[in-house]
């Protein structure tokens, strides 16, 4: 997060924002603050997250659009980290500071635990489970229209890190901008219908759902946008291999099939989609690895890498400056 808003974030801010929702300010505790000021707290014996965003961030009707499209989902059966009113009786909740200002959330946490790597690789029933959740969101998502027609979402070329490349990426690296400019130019010339185009998650991996018995609950809604659903689908490919470097091209690739056979298993079983734009993935694959690149100039230590990181931002680079998707087949379709 900017140095900028970790300096308007201060005690008084928090205070005020627990106030809003009823919380003993002693009961939160800071689990996250890369795009927002993340916490949990116990309430009645329930756990819930409280969410501090800043303007720089989201604007509050952004905000709203993200509540808006959470509760129609969850009233049509999607298991989603539910958003909370207020004590006011407010899904969200505005704080001035200076010429800025911040928007207070709060939200059940979801329940369940959260199956991270190496575990998540080989777990063919978590992509097929993963795959019926994305399908049952994007058929739900054909019939979705905002309640206010002001908050709707944004679109996918408003991605923070797409807008702001020149603020991370160093200027030298022309081939990056070169890309990163004809990837967005191709995506764009795709056509739009409502079987192939709506409102998506935009982030889905392993780090925003937790396994419930047989359950998948699903959150952090934060980069929910309107797309093609095919980027939902490669998102969650690319985070599923790009764990494997140059060196295992060939498990990468393996994974890669395994994990689109079981995905699309379950994925068939909600919602359907044309096998064209599944031939599309390896394209909406190099869109998702232009912004984990620029994220990772955003948020890391350049100075302080290990050899793992240093070895994937090296290849990262290269793929990015050569239009290289990090797997180009992905399945016999």
Known sequence: MNKEIMDLMNSNILTEAAKRFGINIGELKLIGNNQNFVYEYMKQNKSYILRITHSSHRKEKLIKGELDWILYLVKNGVSASKPIYSIQGNLTERIDVDDSYFIVTSFEKAPG???????????????????????????????????????????????????????????????????????????????????????????????????????????????????????????????????????????????????????????????????????????????????????????????NLNTWMENYISQSKLRIEQGIPIVNDIMNI
Request: hydrophobic content about 35%.
């Open 113 to 303: 635990e959260k199956i991270g790597y190496p575990k998540c690789i080989s777990n063919d029933e978590l992509f097929e489970r993963c795959g019926r959740l994305t399908g049952k969101i994007h058929f739900l998502s054909k019939k979705y229209r905002p309640s206010v027609k002001e908050i709707k979402r944004h679109e996918w070329t408003e991605n923070y890190y797409l807008q702001n490349i020149n603020k991370y990426i160093p200027t030298e690296q022309s081939k990056v901008y070169e890309s990163c400019e004809a990837i967005v130019n191709k995506i764009n010339k795709f056509s739009r219908d409502s079987n192939s185009f709506g409102i998506i998650h935009g982030d889905i991996n392993v780090g925003n759902i937790m396994l419930y018995d047989d359950i998948i609950n699903i959150f952090d809604f934060d980069e929910c946008q309107y797309s093609w659903f095919v980027e939902d689908i490669a998102v969650q490919l690319f985070y599923i291999i790009y764990v494997f470097l140059d060196d295992s091209i060939d498990e990468r690739q393996t994974q890669a099939y395994r994990f689109m056979k079981n995905f699309m298993k379950g994925y068939y079983k909600e919602n359907y989609i044309e096998k064209y734009w599944l031939r599309q993935i390896p394209i909406f694959l190099q869109l998702r690895e232009i912004i984990v690149y620029i994220g990772l100039y955003r948020n890391l230590d350049f100075s």
